[in-house]
């Protein structure tokens, strides 16, 4: 299965000033988010922040902020529990006519049944917190995450492995940000190909 541009949404968890100092190869991370950001604007996809409990951590590192839609505050190490789902997922659609009038079984559900964009490719610090349980509500949810590896950090390479081990096990994809930048062009003919390819290079 490959990465549909039109069915994907961006995530980025917590790249935030005082946090990305102590984590394990900490530039290269940063430096891949905020890589996958500037793909996802130029295809117009949907880029999506999370800062955990930013009064003690700081913000987001402020080039990975500006190219963030919106930029959820939280406090649960999972976005997911603090409303990340709603802004993923599209709001219902009103029903014509009064539908209230019908006996409930037969009244159309307001709430839809999966998001457009269900496709989440996900990355962020640390990965075997914020990140893994993000990713594990989303499954819940009925998303389905796919993880830039390679733009996921932890404080330590073990917990940030152990983290990649336990959400391919849950069903993530695992995949790198080069891998998401191909599979959502699809082909050299893309009218972005050549910009993309200078991002990458």
């Known amino acids: 299965m490959l990465l549909d541009a039109t069915a994907s949404q961006l995530v980025l968890v917590d790249y935030q000033e005082r946090l990305m100092p102590a984590i394990f190869e900490g530039p ?3 430096a891949n988010a905020q890589r996958l950001a500037r793909i996802a604007r130029m295809l117009d996809l949907p880029v999506w922040g999370t ?3 930013p009064s003690r951590l700081g913000a987001n590192d402020a080039a990975l902020r500006a190219l963030c839609q919106k ?3 939280k406090m649960h190490f999972s976005a997911a529990r603090e409303g990340l789902g709603e802004w993923l997922r599209p709001p219902a659609k009103p029903q014509g006519g009064n539908a209230r009038s019908l006996p409930k ?3 159309k559900s ?3 049944q999966g998001a457009e ?3 989440i490719v996900i990355a962020g610090c640390e990965a075997h917190v914020c990140l893994l349980q993000t990713a594990l509500d989303l499954i819940d949810d009925g998303f389905e995450p796919w993880v830039v590896t390679d733009a996921c ?3 330590t390479e ?3 492995d152990a983290a990649f081990d336990r959400l391919a096990a849950a069903g993530a994809e695992l995949v790198t940000t080069e891998m998401v930048a191909f599979e959502w062009l699809g082909s050299c003919e893309h009218p972005a190909f050549k910009d993309l390819l200078d991002l990458i290079k």
Do not use: D, I
């Open 51 to 53: 800062e955990q409990n």
């Open 110 to 112: 307001t709430v839809p």
């Open 153 to 155: 950090g932890s404080r």
């Open 28 to 30: 290269a991370v940063l």
């Open 158 to 160: 073990r917990n940030r």
């Open 71 to 73: 930029t959820l505050a």
């Open 117 to 119: 964009r269900s496709s």
């Open 105 to 107: 079984h037969l009244q």
